[in-house]
Nanobody, 124 residues
C-alpha cells in the first residue's frame, strides 16, 4: 500500500528556516509529481509547492519555499526560509499520478495520495 510520511516540523522562531521531508513508499516514486500543502485552523488547504517527476526545480507559492526531490531515496523536501508566524500550519505531502505539475498544481484534487502531515509552528 502507499505510504507517505512527513517529518521535520516543529516550533521555530520567526526568521528561521526549516527543512521538511517526505518519504514515499508503495508507488513508483520517480513517475509521480509531488506537492506540499498547508492548512491552518479554520482555513482551507493551500498549495505551497509542486515538483514534477524529474526536475531540478519546481513551482512555489512564494520564493521562500523551495521544493526538491531525491528519486534514489524516494524523498521530497520543502525548504522554508524566513519563517513568519503566518506560516504556522499543518504541512502535508501529496503525490500526483499526473507526473507533471499542471496549471492546477495548487488544487488538492490533482493529487491521489496524502500523508498525515507535520506541524509547523512559528513564534514571533
Amino acid at each position: 500500500q502507499v505510504r507517505i510520511v512527513e517529518s521535520g516540523g516543529g516550533l521555530v522562531q520567526a526568521g528561521g528556516s526549516l527543512r521538511l521531508s517526505c518519504i514515499v513508499s508503495g508507488l513508483t516514486f520517480r513517475q509521480y509529481a509531488m506537492g506540499w500543502f498547508r492548512q491552518a485552523p479554520g482555513k482551507e488547504r493551500e498549495g505551497v509547492s509542486c515538483i514534477s517527476r524529474s526536475t531540478y526545480s519546481g513551482l512555489s507559492l512564494e520564493r521562500r519555499f523551495a521544493i526538491s526531490r531525491d528519486n534514489a531515496k524516494n524523498t521530497v523536501y520543502l525548504d522554508i526560509d524566513s519563517l513568519k508566524p503566518e506560516d504556522t500550519a499543518m504541512y502535508y505531502c501529496a503525490a500526483s499520478s499526473d507526473s507533471y505539475c499542471s496549471r492546477a498544481w495548487s488544487n488538492t484534487g490533482e493529487y491521489n495520495y496524502w500523508g498525515q502531515g507535520t506541524q509547523v509552528t512559528v513564534t514571533s
